[in-house]
Each structure stands twice: as structure tokens, then as C-alpha cells.
């Protein structure tokens, strides 16, 4: 069965710093692997997916990730942070529809 | 392109009523449907998926006769909560497939609120 984990349900940066955000995934397939991203009382916006080929996908808003089949990892990082980043994001897999993480809120201090 | 709109965008009933949220594919044509359900600061959890034509199939633990699921058309998929409960307030949100399993477009979700 299909599953991510997303570590850190919380993460803060200070604006202009490295945003992280880890994802492991579990899968008895080879998996197509989303970042969502979620702003308060809306619905959910595709930051990128990873479906074959590069490893390292880029996104919208200058994030991207790197998928990484050894670790089963597929981690958001994005170099420099902006107040605007501060949202709800999610990492999925698919499987029937999409299989959600928990979620990380980032929070990012001027 | 690939644009999912969903009516209404919020809606309040009252507890023991029914509602029905609709779910469109505004510019392409989706063989699939998802339903999730989003509960506060929680994540989103599949509910449903529905075919053209053909029954929906429901996840374990989520109750096909309060929510009727209907897939009439290929750009279109109706979710009515029946007999709605202030347990079922929630933010409901839908998603289109056009192809491929990773070619999903999402609505901006439908937030009920059950009194």
C-alpha cells in the first residue's frame, strides 16, 4: 500500500532563509510523488510532480524536489524564503486518488 | 487549462437536511472523479471515487448511503450529503482525472457547516 510521512508538522524560517520540507514515501509501485500547497479557507494549489525521468523537479514560486529512490525521500526545498510562502503544504502519492501526508505549516519571520 | 470548479463554495444547513455539492471540469473532459474531505488543520482523506456511468466506490469507513456520489456526465459529479450532522461540517473537495493517475486537477473546495 501507498503512503507518505511528512516529518515536522511545523516548520519556521526566518525570510530569506532555506525552506526544507521532508517526505518519505511507501510504495509497492513505482510512485508519482506531489507537492501541494495550501493557503488558509482555500483549496489546493500543485507546486510540482514528479512522474518519471529527472530526478530533480522544479516547480512554481521557485521550489523543487528531489526524488530520491534509496531514501524514498522526495523533499520540498526552495533557497530563499518569502513571507508569501507561510501556507499548509502537502506531499502525496498516488494510489487510489492521491494519498495525503499530515501536512508541515511553514511559518516564515521577517 | 484543466480547470475544476465546485457549487457552492460554502453552504450552511440545517442538521437533518440534505445538500448537494457539485463538482465540474470546466474545459476538459474527466473519466474520473475524487472526492476528499478535509477536517480542520487536518489532511485531506479520499472518500470517493467516481466513473462516468457507473457506481462510485467508496473508502473503508465512509458511508455510501449518507453520501450518495453521481457521476452523470463526463463533467460532472454530484456529492449530497443526506441527512446531514453537525459531525459531517467539513471542507469537501473534488478532483478531476483526465488521463493519466497523475493528471488530477483539483476544485477550490466546499466548505459546509451543519447546525
Known amino acids: 500500500a501507498q503512503s507518505v510521512t511528512q516529518l515536522g508538522s511545523h516548520v519556521s524560517v526566518s525570510e530569506g532563509a532555506l525552506v526544507l520540507l521532508r517526505c518519505n514515501y511507501s510504495s509497492s509501485v513505482p510512485p508519482y510523488l506531489f507537492w501541494y500547497v495550501q493557503y488558509p479557507n482555500q483549496g489546493l494549489q500543485l507546486l510540482l510532480k514528479?512522474?518519471?525521468?529527472?530526478?530533480l523537479v522544479k516547480g512554481i514560486n521557485g521550489f523543487e524536489a528531489e526524488f530520491k529512490k534509496s531514501e524514498t525521500s522526495f523533499h520540498l526545498t526552495k533557497p530563499s524564503a518569502h513571507m508569501s510562502d507561510a501556507a499548509e503544504y502537502f506531499c502525496?502519492?498516488?494510489?487510489?486518488?492521491?494519498?495525503f501526508g499530515t501536512g508541515t505549516r511553514l511559518q516564515v519571520f521577517p | 487549462g484543466a480547470v475544476v470548479s465546485q457549487h457552492p463554495s460554502w453552504v450552511i444547513c440545517k442538521s437533518g437536511t440534505s445538500v448537494k455539492i457539485e463538482c465540474r471540469s470546466l474545459d476538459f473532459q474527466a473519466t474520473t472523479m475524487f472526492w476528499y474531505r478535509q477536517f480542520p488543520k487536518q489532511s485531506l482523506m479520499l472518500m470517493a471515487t467516481s466513473n462516468e456511468g457507473s457506481k462510485a466506490t467508496y473508502e473503508q469507513g465512509v458511508e455510501k448511503d449518507k453520501f450518495l456520489i453521481n457521476h452523470a456526465s463526463l463533467t460532472l459529479s454530484t456529492l449530497t450529503v443526506t441527512s446531514a450532522h453537525p459531525e459531517d461540517s467539513s471542507f469537501y473537495i473534488c478532483s478531476a482525472q483526465t488521463g493519466q493517475i497523475y493528471e488530477q486537477y483539483f476544485g477550490p473546495g466546499t466548505r459546509l457547516t451543519v447546525t
Open positions: 502525496a502519492v498516488t494510489s487510489r486518488g492521491l494519498i
Open positions: 514528479y512522474t518519471t525521468g529527472a530526478t
